[in-house]
């Protein structure tokens, strides 16, 4: 009876220490899985060249109006998220795009002649082209789940939905309107898909710009500012974007 009552008891102590010893396979999804929606990435973006919808303009030289056609051409640089959870979080893009506006002056030629005489401005300040290097900055909210979630290979699926705030500024080549502030907005919606530290997101988006800006005042051509000034303010279709990132840890 001694020896059946020691064979339980070291039964019962070797079940006990069984069980403090976690499952390994179990401690590898957890540390997998444990905050991997929280770690932020930083990567490439870009966007194609878009064509400008519901493009409204005012470009004007001594109150005399111009007709105006804009092309841009792709936009790239960085993009980033900032996951706060499994569902919100921050993104933003920092990116460049040139736009190239060709401008002809709505004027008979008689008035172009003697606006030429009166002022400053040459031929090509009538007729032309000028180029607009632009910085744009975008920074907002993100929101989405993921539906897919394969922790043992860190692979994830996630349709998310953000809107963001857009600021930046142009800088003209050989222009005389002073280089301005870009404002607007921007949302769309997205799918992104992480694999480990890689995430690759495509989607659509629409963005909104705008600004507006004058001759110099050493240029300046008629007795207010507002004689020669530029602005502009359009949307852009939904155009389609890729974005890839590595995360930071």
Known sequence: MRIIMLVLMAQISLWAQMSMVSDPNEDIRESSSVG???RPGVGVYFEPAFNPKNFIYNYQVNNIPFDLKIENSPLMGVGAHLPFNGIFGLNGVVAFQQSTFDYKILASQKAQNKLLDETILKKKDLNGSVKSRNLIVQA???AGYGIYKN???QLMIKPLAYASLT???NFFDDSKFENTSIW???YGAALRMA???VAIEGGIRTSH?????????EDQTGEQIEDDKFMVDYDTPIAPFVKATWALY
């Open 209 to 217: 710009f705008y600004w507006h800006t004058n001759f110099s005042p």
């Open 140 to 142: 907002g909210f993100e």
């Open 36 to 38: 991997y929606e929280e």
């Open 167 to 169: 600021g930046g500024k």
């Open 151 to 153: 922790y043992q290979y």
């Open 184 to 186: 607007g907005y921007a």
């Open 195 to 197: 694999w480990g530290p």
